[in-house]
């Protein structure tokens, strides 16, 4: 991080940054509890970093200078709790919780003064990861939290948390990112994107080499059905064997990105066809009802209907 570490920096989001503004402004009106959503890649956890780094700043304005600016700089605020990522927020034991539980926050964390700053801010990268028990012990303490004490929660979807959390926080919406902004952003943080990434900086956790790998099966799969039966085959085996994707394997992921793959692919204007992009954004909504042990069927309901398309042109 650098001394312009600012909100000014973030592009793309225009109503988010009105909030940001404001609070930047008017610290005191800082709320319990704000809640980003929108696209993964599209600036929630960028806004949400440089607003804490503001708002713990000693001079409320992110000087870049005091203790606090420092600490953050070293990623050794004690007064900034960040939750990880991918990894399911439970309640924690009664007697001993375990770090980063909600048990944990309420009994070590919350009851005692900031020990640098005004406030503490506690940030949830991923707030579905919240576990219902946790969630609902979460609840008192969001509806009368301490006065120094400040919730971030970042989800893609607010259908993801219960409208009990909804309801005590302030939802700040995101946008998919334009083209122009997109390619600005990664050319300035060097980032690697592909056309088919839509307006997010990141819609996929995969590797380089498995988006690049995946773009390319899904171009050979497409000319007839037995190319596409091929490409279902391929998709199958790579549940078992993905040696470019060694960590952090998710299978439902991985058919993410294989559906952003067809949809970019019959989005061409050689290719375009609505009723295939329909059967896509159908699997897509299906695969996001997370049924155990659905997605090899839904797969197949998927390549039959393209495949019956494919047939007819």
Known sequence: MNPNFHIEEIQGQTNALVYARYYVKNPSFFPPLLIFHGPEGT?????????????????EKGCGSCESCKLFFFNQHPDYIVFPVDKKISIGDEKDPEEFTVRWLLSKRIPYKPHTSKRRIILLPDASLLGNE????????????PFHTHFIFLVDHLSKLKQTIISRGI???FQYLNQKVLHSIAEKKQLYIEKFFGGSLSPTKAPTETIELTLAQ?????????????????????????PNWKEDFHYS????????CLIYQFSKPEKRNIEILEFLFEFKKNLHREIPNLENFLLSQLF???SLVLKQS
Do not use: D, M
Request: net charge negative.
């Open 171 to 173: 939802c700040i919406p």
């Open 304 to 306: 039959h209907k393209i």
């Open 253 to 260: 992921e991985f058919l993410e990105l294989v559906c952003l």
């Open 134 to 145: 946790a969630e609902t012990a979460l609840l008192k303490t969001l509806e009368e939290p």
């Open 43 to 59: 600036g929630k956890w960028s806004l949400a970093e440089r607003l804490a780094y503001t708002l713990l700043c000693l001079e």
């Open 218 to 242: 899904s171009e050979k799969g497409l000319h007839n059905p037995a190319s596409l039966l091929e490409f279902e085959t391929w998709v199958r085996q790579y549940k078992e064997s993905h």
